[in-house]
C-alpha cells in the first residue's frame, strides 16, 4: 500500500514527492555522512585541497572495462601527461592516478566473508606509497560500509564526498529532480557531486564542477569483462578473491532496464545535458563502449 500511495505522489503531485524526498533521502542522508566523518575523525571534505590537485584542463576518467586494455602507449603517453581519475579498483592497475574515487562494502560483498575484504584493505594499504600524492575521494559513507581503522595509512588524503541523487522512481522523475536541483544552483557543488546508479555518474559530476574542459571516459564500457579477467600485464595485484563470480561478459548490471527503472547510462545523459558548460566536452576513448551512442570517440 505504501508504495502503492508513493507512486501515485511521485506521478501525479511530484512537488509534494520531492520536497519529502529530499529531506529523506539527501538531508537525512549527508546529516548521516558529516557525523561518520565526525566519528571516525576524517578531515571534512576541501574544495582547497582537491583543486590544489588540478594541474591540466583535460581529465581522463579511467573505469575498470577491458577496453582499458585496448590503449596504446602513444594514448598512455597522452593521458599521463593530463590529470586522471580511478574508478574503484582501478588500483589494481599500475598508472597512478591523482584522484581515486571508491565506495565502502555493499551488503553483498560483507556477505562474501572477511578474505575479499581484507584484500582490498591491504590492497589499499600497500598502495600508500605510490599514491602518496593522490586524493582518496569516498562516497555513499550513509549506506556504504569502510572500516576507516584499517586505512590508517592513508587518512591524511582521504576526502569524503557528500550525497546528491535524483529523487524518484522513473527516468521522468530523474529529469525533473535534475532540472530542479539546476534552478537553484545545487547542481554544480563540487562537494556534492551528483550522481546514482554508479561511481561513473559522480565521477562526471565532479569532473565537471571541477571546470575540466575535456573529460575522456577510458575503459567505462558499461558491458563486457573487466579489464584484469584477459590481461595481467598492467596489474601490481592478482585479484584471485575478485574474479569468482564476478566475470562480466554481459551488459553491466546498472545499465540493465529490466533491474532498474533508470539506468546509469539515462543518470549520465541527464549529466550531459543539465551540468556541462559551453565550453566542456566529454568524449569516450573506445567504440566498445555502451556510451559511445552519447559521445564522440576521442582516439
Known amino acids: 500500500m505504501y508504495i502503492f500511495i508513493s507512486g501515485l505522489i511521485e506521478k501525479h503531485l511530484f512537488n509534494i514527492y520531492f520536497f519529502i524526498s529530499f529531506i529523506r533521502s539527501i538531508v537525512i542522508s549527508n546529516i548521516k555522512i558529516f557525523f561518520i566523518i565526525k566519528k571516525n575523525k576524517l578531515n571534512n571534505f576541501s574544495y582547497t585541497k ?3 590537485k ?13 577496453s582499458i586494455n585496448d590503449l596504446t602507449d602513444e594514448n598512455w603517453q597522452e593521458i599521463k601527461k593530463n590529470d586522471t581519475l580511478g574508478i574503484n579498483r582501478w588500483i589494481l592497475h599500475e598508472h597512478v592516478p591523482n584522484f581515486l574515487l571508491f565506495e565502502g562494502a555493499k551488503k553483498s560483498d560483507l556477505a562474501q566473508g572477511e578474505t575479499r575484504n581484507k584484500f582490498i584493505y591491504d590492497v589499499l594499504n600497500q598502495s ?3 599514491y602518496k600524492n593522490s586524493l582518496f575521494l569516498i562516497k555513499d559513507l550513509d549506506s556504504l560500509y569502510i572500516n576507516f581503522k584499517k586505512l590508517i595509512s592513508i587518512y591524511d588524503r ?5 550525497k546528491l541523487m535524483p529523487l524518484g522512481k522513473s527516468f521522468l522523475s530523474a529529469k525533473k529532480s535534475i532540472q530542479i536541483f539546476k534552478k537553484y544552483k545545487i547542481l554544480n557543488s563540487i562537494s556534492f557531486p551528483f550522481g546514482s546508479r554508479g561511481t561513473i555518474t559522480h565521477a562526471i559530476s565532479l569532473a565537471l564542477n571541477m571546470g575540466y574542459e575535456e573529460i575522456i571516459l577510458c575503459g567505462i564500457d558499461l558491458n563486457g569483462p573487466y579489464f584484469w ?3 595481467h600485464s598492467n596489474l601490481l595485484f592478482k585479484p584471485q578473491e575478485l574474479e569468482e563470480g564476478e566475470k562480466n561478459n554481459e551488459i553491466h548490471i546498472t545499465n540493465v532496464k529490466e533491474d532498474n527503472n533508470v539506468t546509469v547510462e539515462e543518470i549520465i545523459s541527464l549529466i550531459k545535458d543539465n551540468s556541462m558548460k559551453i565550453n566542456q566536452s566529454i568524449f569516450i576513448s573506445s567504440k566498445k563502449s555502451v556510451l559511445s551512442k552519447i559521445f564522440k570517440v576521442y582516439w
Open 50 to 52: 582537491l583543486i590544489s
Open 54 to 66: 588540478k594541474k591540466s584542463s583535460k581529465l581522463f576518467i579511467l573505469g575498470c572495462g577491458s
Open 128 to 130: 600508500n606509497y605510490r
Open 158 to 162: 582521504i576526502i569524503p564526498i557528500y
Open 229 to 231: 579477467e584477459n590481461n
